[in-house]
């Protein structure tokens, strides 16, 4: 039961350009989202999050956008940097939840 | 500014043995937390615990056990290994007071049951 989903499992951008991540989730009772990266060998590290009383976060060149009736949210990055180049985790809390469900990732690759 | 901290980093293990991960915070989180993931999936909670001697089930715990005797450390056994246990096994830990719900994760511990 895959309550959230990262339908594209892979992602090559140019840098300089935008990327854009997508997410989306089957579980009306999420109200909190997170993205977190994780380089080879290492845990996810956080990266940004919303709730889900705000339609956008921003954070540098990192934006989530929210979509709550399309149950969909996304990751913006611009420009792209090569440091970026990661695996990229989408992840849904519920009120009073601890169960943390995440989707199964996004590896992007951004080129020089 | 260790953070969250996981043992051993590999491991092979035959089918039955039993072994224990190590995972110990220094950060005074009472929140701790138990991931595994698996190839071209997402994470998925094993275990979790909100506090000294408080411990509760997440999506997978067949095949796992854990307990939390102090706030710092909190160990994952697993009793008769299969190979369905092979996976990379991640630590986590977050404070809900001070850090919401952003949870911090150790490096990942790499498990094959052979």
């Known amino acids: 039961d895959q309550q959230v989903k990262q339908n594209s499992p892979s992602l090559s951008v140019q840098e300089g350009r935008i990327s854009i991540l997508n997410c989306d989730y089957t579980?009306?009772?999420?109200?909190?989202f997170l993205w977190y990266k994780k380089y080879p060998a290492e845990g996810p590290t956080f990266l940004i999050s919303i709730s889900s009383i705000k339609d956008k976060n921003e954070d540098g060149r990192f934006t989530v956008f929210l979509n709550k009736s399309a149950k969909h949210l996304s990751l913006h990055i611009v420009p792209s940097q090569p440091g970026d180049s990661a695996v990229y985790f989408c992840?849904?809390?519920?009120?009073?939840?601890?169960?943390?469900?995440f989707g199964a990732g996004t590896r992007l690759t951004v080129k020089p | 500014n260790a953070g969250v901290t996981q043992t051993p980093k590999f491991r092979i293990l035959k089918i039955g043995q039993s072994m224990t991960l190590q995972c110990t915070q220094d950060m005074n989180h009472n929140y701790m937390y138990w991931y595994r993931q698996d190839p071209g999936m997402g994470l998925k909670l094993i275990y979790y615990s909100v506090g000294a001697g408080i411990t509760d089930k997440g999506e997978v715990p067949n095949g796992y056990n854990v307990s939390r005797s102090t706030t710092e450390d909190f160990p994952l056994r697993l009793e008769l290994a299969a190979p369905s246990q092979t996976s990379v096994y991640f630590c986590?830990?977050?404070?809900?007071?001070?850090?919401?719900?952003?949870?911090?994760f150790g490096e990942g511990s790499w498990l094959t049951v052979v």
């Open positions: 986590a830990s977050n404070n809900r007071v001070n850090s919401g719900n952003t949870i911090y």
């Open positions: 992840a849904a809390l519920g009120n009073n939840n601890n169960d943390m469900r």
């Open positions: 579980n009306s009772m999420f109200d909190y």
